[in-house]
């Protein structure tokens, strides 16, 4: 299970704005371990998705450019405070994390 | 501007449950194209055209970079009908950075860090009412002083 | 982009080439005002961040960051450490004043009986050792995050740091810093104030130079080239190894008083940090 | 042979195709400027855009004079030379690093050096 994802909620007018930050090493896999000179393998997170109400609000896809302990936010029509969005993401070597966070 | 205590909230909004995954959320992630190791490739590769250069995607990115590590990239469009939002980088050994899939609810505007390894072209793309319209900037990546 | 070269006359007299023995308190105006008039168009309490007091661009990117920060995520583990008793039933609370809360701002200080200035970490570790626990390695993990968090509770405080009037191996100690300051070193033969007081604001190749004063409010710090975030020593650390010189270790009495003098000349700034630099 | 090295140069940056016929019967003089131009680079050796603007380097730092008209401001190539050894010896506050003194660069790195600074 990979760690837990922060993440802020909050209702600008009608505008749902999302920010999280996922707590993760995005190893790009060019690096070599000063130690022992073996090549770091890639583990980055490629997939995020956004559900209110059980539609899916946003999907991000990424590579290993995107930079350690990522942040998103992105913006949706149709909350309220009190709604609920949930938050998850997937990595390339079938790690997970999950959060929801409530309007406000 | 002093630094506000007010930046982060203490206890945030956030409840961390851990949730199982349903397993429809994860859509088919285009990984062809970020797998292309030229910018070029891996746009032809995403969109299947070369996008249109039009000032209403509105990429904010700085000029120069202080860390190519760690380079804060904000894209929007007044652009109708979004479909997707893409960040390539040139001159990355994978040019595709991110590609955002939009809904109907969504507002077209979303935030990003990404890595830089040089200074290159980065391209914002947006995909709306099926075609693709880009805007590009020039981002040079500082390089330390020191000698080490 | 060419840059503008500007002609840096060797006016920064004494204070960029030796330290003039006048006392903390004089050290300390003579070098705030040494900024302001090198920077006469930046708001004195700005010191405090940095580069960003005067670097556009670069300040745009840092707010972008503190927006959300990555040094959040060792707030919290520390805090977590912070709370977490130790086996005898004690916890971190207990060794210090307040709490542990709310207290960064009088590290580090001069400890009479040892002789020592004091810094938070060399505390933290000292608690543990006191309730029965292994010290923590100093440069990175859970202990910048259990400092991290302290600092995070002292954010927004005035910095006091004493050196006690009566004292005078608490004067000799501060010197001892202020001398480390001014000194070169290294292969490359740079002191600290080769770079941060004779060509303060200037770039070395992109990267502009920060200001002495404020350079210790916003530790521990999440620094970007890093991806983590890094106590004060480990900056000093990589400072010295950088001009080529032997570092010290960490927490050396080197550092310590190395520490006491910079902090000395934050006096009066607010504590904000963590805060995320480059 | 330095003093054939800024006509020469010059030659080179005004006709490339003139510039491939001479390095070939200039024994190794081209080569010698790519070394002293690797080294005036070079992070871990000059470094010199550090501190100076050199042509055809990037983002170089603003702290001390740009390396420009170098053979106007350096009749003298000692002088030159004396000054990247070491220039405290010149002022004493300076804040280049002593490149000879502190064995930065070897001799022969340095006088490689000059007469690629000479050409800027």
Not at chain 3, 69 to 90: D, L, M
Not at chain 3, 162 to 178: R, S, T
Request: charged share 20%.
């Amino acid at each position: 299970m990979g760690k837990p994802i922060k993440i802020r909620a909050k209702m600008k007018g009608d505008i749902a704005e999302v920010k999280a930050l996922m707590p993760h090493e995005m190893e790009a896999g060019f690096r070599r371990d000063p130690a022992t000179n073996e090549r770091v393998p890639a583990h980055y997170i490629t997939d995020v998705v956004a559900e209110h109400n059980g539609d899916v609000v946003f999907t991000a896809y990424w590579g290993p450019a995107v930079s350690k302990n990522p942040f998103v936010s992105f913006s949706f029509l149709g909350a309220a405070v009190g709604d609920t969005i949930n938050l998850h993401w997937k990595d390339n070597k079938g790690d997970s994390s999950a959060t929801e966070a409530v309007f406000k | 501007m002093k630094i506000d205590r007010r930046f982060f909230i203490r206890k945030v909004l956030a409840v961390g449950v851990l949730l199982a995954l349903p397993r429809i959320l994860f859509a088919a992630r285009p990984d062809k194209a970020f797998a292309a190791t030229d910018g070029d490739e891996a746009m032809a590769t995403l969109f299947g055209e070369t996008p249109v250069a039009s000032d209403r995607v509105v990429l904010k990115i700085p000029e120069i970079a202080e860390n190519g590590a760690v380079v804060p990239v904000t894209i929007s469009t007044d652009l109708e009908n979004v479909e997707s939002i893409s960040v390539v980088v040139a001159k990355n050994p994978t040019p595709l950075a991110a590609s955002f899939a939009l809904g109907p609810r969504s507002v077209a505007n979303v935030s990003v860090r990404i890595k830089m390894g040089e200074s290159s072209q980065v391209l914002a793309v947006v995909k709306a009412g099926g075609k693709h319209y880009s805007t590009s900037k020039d981002v040079k990546v500082t390089i330390g002083g020191c000698g080490g | 982009m060419i840059k503008v070269f500007v002609i840096i006359l060797v006016a920064t007299g004494l204070l960029a080439t030796q330290p003039v023995s006048a006392g903390p308190e004089r050290d300390l105006q003579a070098m705030q005002d040494f900024y302001q008039k090198r920077f006469p168009n930046v708001a004195p309490e700005e010191f405090a961040n940095g580069l960003y007091a005067f670097d556009e661009g670069a300040r745009e990117q840092w707010l972008e960051l503190e927006d959300f920060p990555p040094y959040e995520i060792a707030v919290e583990e520390g805090e977590g450490y912070f709370n977490t008793p130790f086996a005898n039933g004690n916890s971190y609370a207990d060794c210090f004043e307040n709490n542990g809360l709310s207290i960064k701002q009088n590290y580090p200080y001069f400890d009479s009986d040892t002789s020592k200035v004091v810094t938070l970490e060399l505390a933290i570790n000292q608690c543990r050792e006191e309730n029965g626990e292994q010290p923590l390695p100093y440069l990175r993990g859970e202990l910048t995050a259990i400092s991290a968090y302290m600092a995070y509770t002292s954010r927004g405080n005035t910095i006091n740091v004493q050196v006690p009037n009566d004292n005078p191996k608490a004067l000799a100690a501060y010197e001892a810093g202020k001398q480390f300051y001014y000194s070169r070193r290294g292969q490359l033969n740079f002191a600290c104030s080769s770079c941060h007081v004779q060509v303060v604001g200037l770039s070395l190749r992109a990267d502009p130079i920060s200001t002495t004063v404020g350079q210790v409010t916003h530790f521990p710090a999440y620094r970007t080239v890093w991806g983590e975030i890094v106590t004060l020593h480990r900056r000093f650390v990589e400072c010295n190894a950088q001009v080529r010189a032997r570092p010290f270790e960490s927490q050396s009495d080197e550092y310590r008083n190395l520490e006491y003098f910079l902090t000395y000349m934050s006096n009066g700034f607010e504590l904000n940090g963590p805060s995320s630099r480059r | 042979m330095t003093k054939y090295m800024v006509p020469l140069l010059l030659l080179l940056i005004a006709s490339p195709d003139l510039g491939w016929a001479a390095s070939a019967d200039s024994s190794g003089a081209a080569d010698k400027m790519e070394r002293g131009k690797e080294l005036t680079f070079a992070r871990g050796k000059g470094n010199c855009l550090a501190c100076h603007y050199v042509a055809g380097g990037e983002m170089a730092g603003n702290i001390a004079p740009p390396l420009v008209m170098m053979k106007v401001r350096y009749p003298d190539r000692m002088k030159l030379r004396a000054q990247i050894w070491d220039a405290s010896t010149l002022i004493s506050t300076t804040t280049m690093p002593p490149f000879g003194r502190h064995k930065i660069l070897t001799e022969e790195e340095i006088d490689l050096v000059v007469d690629f600074v000479l050409t800027l």
